[in-house]
């Protein structure tokens, strides 16, 4: 058996990305064979990311992405299962490769997006997340992701910290205002651009409601139909984009339409991503956890 050197160890640790006490065992069981330590340590790390994958992931971080000449962008999610983490160098790192990816090749969903190779990386997308999961000992997933492309139009990004990510697609305007406007939707967390975005089912529900609020309180018949769509239009306001107030409006009143207008500026689209939303996360009761304990040793 060859002698496995500290040099092997370390080679084999930046080939694989994971720590130097499993390299160590890998060299070992191999017999000092490279190859076969790391091709082990990909098998394992494979079987890692298997045995993980049914954990629930609502952490994590968006990234954004913008191509050098302005023209691709893309956002994406990527998660794992705490905060800590999310906060990891090297977890960052894989979801801004992701988002560069993205941007580059277009993939049709993440199945597509897999097999493909990673930015800035020799490994496949999907290689590269299982080395992740062995090397933190947490699942790690991407979970959705969005990729625009401009003709005549502008892109501008905006992250909040890690947890919020905008990307927007405009026309007219100059880079602040673009960046004015991401970070307005990062703030106020619009549906959609304008009305025809909104889904159907959540205006009606805003309608139904007005109507009977406004006949409990002994509204004529005659008039519920219009204080409902007074309702509707308030709430259209509130939730599109164009009808919002504007979060650094001098005087407190511009909308951001009546923004666009004087900057003879549209929007053509965007995406907001909060990360974990809609993800039911696993609430830990400690406390009942040691009391079964407790009870189940004293038999």
């Known amino acids: 058996m060859s002698e496995i050197t500290a040099s092997m160890v370390k080679e084999l640790r930046e080939a694989t990305g994971l720590g130097m006490m499993e390299c160590k065992k890998a060299l070992v069981e191999a017999k000092g064979d490279f190859k076969a330590a790391e091709e082990h340590l ?16 609502a952490e994590g971080v968006v990234s954004t992405f913008i191509s050098p000449d302005g023209k691709t962008g893309s956002v994406v999610e990527v998660n794992c299962e705490t905060d800590f983490v999310a ?3 090297d977890f960052k790192i894989f979801a801004k490769n992701v988002a560069e990816t993205v941007a580059n090749n277009d993939p049709a969903d993440i199945a597509a997006l897999s097999g493909m190779k990673l930015a800035n990386g020799a490994d496949t997308v999907e290689e590269a997340r299982k080395s992740l999961v062995m090397k933190l000992g947490e699942n790690v997933s991407i979970r ?7 003709g005549t139009g502008k892109l501008s990004s905006y992250l ?22 991401c970070m307005h939707i990062a703030a106020s967390k619009p549906k959609s651009v304008d ?26 018949e005659a008039m519920l139909e219009k204080i409902a769509e007074g309702t509707v239009q308030k709430f259209l306001k509130e939730v599109t984009l164009l009808g919002q107030v504007f979060v650094k409006a001098e005087d407190g009143k511009q909308t951001i339409e009546q923004l666009l207008k004087s900057k003879g500026a549209t929007v053509t689209a965007f995406q907001m991503y909060v990360v974990g939303e809609g993800i039911e996360k696993k609430v830990e ?13 004293q038999g």
Do not use: M, Q, W
């Open 42 to 57: 990909r098998i394992k790390s494979g079987a890692k990311a298997s045995k993980a994958a049914s954990r629930v992931t």
């Open 87 to 89: 906060k990891n160098d």
């Open 144 to 150: 959705r992701f969005d990729r625009y492309a401009t």
């Open 160 to 181: 909040h910290g890690s947890k919020i990510g905008v990307l927007l697609d405009f026309t007219g305007g100059d880079a602040e205002l673009g960046k004015d406007l």
């Open 195 to 220: 009305a025809s975005g909104v889904n159907p089912v959540e205006i009606e529900t805003e309608r139904r409601i007005a109507i009977e609020k406004a006949r409990e309180a002994g509204k004529p």
């Open 285 to 297: 009761d400690y406390a009942a956890e040691v009391a079964a304990a407790v009870a189940a040793a």
